[in-house]
């Protein structure tokens, strides 16, 4: 089945350095990728969306790259803060007409000051 | 300009009841999809409405059904309630298909006793 490979581990780095998630795909290939951010008790945030003819994307201190031939994703937040800890999602969707996505299980992220 | 509004925010029943979930969609969004997420996993795609029709569907069974309203809120019905459809339900809203942005709503927590 479609699926979207998160880690699952928590991720712990310190103020001011640049954290990087991973999302993997396996059995489809997504027209494009879209990252959300959850915060506990919330619900999703949309981020950012990269098409599968995109390498990368930025906004603000967001990059996400999208490598069609490793089948990942990856999502960096640079000069990170403590007000960027939550939960990270990645979410795959195909070029129908109408939107059905594959979402991971997240990554959490903790960032200490 | 309101978001995304979910009601009830948390809900108990027991196994074998009936619920009903509602949910607003952003002002301008026309289509309203429903994900169900259960404790630290990723939300899975129930369904998505589009002019009051199902357009697409997850891997769920027919317990689960839907309607939208000519105003384009929608609600999600549960039948039969088992213990392992407790987790917290998300509607998400957008303007049309494809791979807009899904804006998502803060969720109904659903335990079942």
């Known amino acids: 089945s479609q699926k979207i490979e998160q880690n699952s581990e928590a991720l712990n780095i310190q103020e001011g350095k640049t954290a990087t998630l991973t999302c993997n795909y396996t059995?489809?290939?997504?027209?494009?990728l879209q990252w959300y951010r959850q915060d506990p008790g919330r619900g999703p945030v949309f981020l950012l969306l990269?098409?599968?003819?995109?390498k990368e994307k930025r906004k603000e201190r967001l990059k996400v790259t999208f490598d069609t031939t490793l089948k990942q994703s990856l999502f960096h937040i640079t000069a990170s803060q403590p007000a960027d800890s939550a939960t990270y999602l990645c979410?795959?969707?195909?070029?129908?007409?109408?939107?059905?996505?594959?979402f991971g299980t997240g990554t959490r992220l903790l960032v200490s000051p | 300009d309101a978001g995304v509004t979910q009601s009830p925010t948390h809900l108990i029943k027991t196994r074998g009841q009936q619920v009903t979930l509602r949910c607003s969609p952003k002002?301008?969004?026309?289509?309203v999809s429903w994900y169900q997420q259960a404790l630290g996993q990723g939300p899975q795609f129930i369904f998505q409405?589009?002019?009051?029709?199902?357009?697409q569907r997850g891997n769920f069974p027919d317990r689960f059904s839907g309607h939208q309203f000519p105003n384009y809120s929608s609600e999600l019905n549960v039948n039969a309630l088992l213990l392992g459809d407790s987790a917290l339900y998300l509607c998400?809203?957008?303007f049309g298909g494809g791979n807009q942005p899904q804006h998502f709503g803060d969720g109904t927590r659903l335990s079942i006793l």
């Open positions: 059995n489809y290939s997504p027209a494009y």
């Open positions: 990269i098409r599968g003819n995109e």
């Open positions: 979410a795959g969707g195909l070029n129908t007409g109408f939107q059905k996505l594959v």
């Open positions: 998400a809203s957008s």
């Open positions: 002002s301008g969004h026309d289509t």
């Open positions: 409405y589009y002019e009051e029709e199902e357009r």
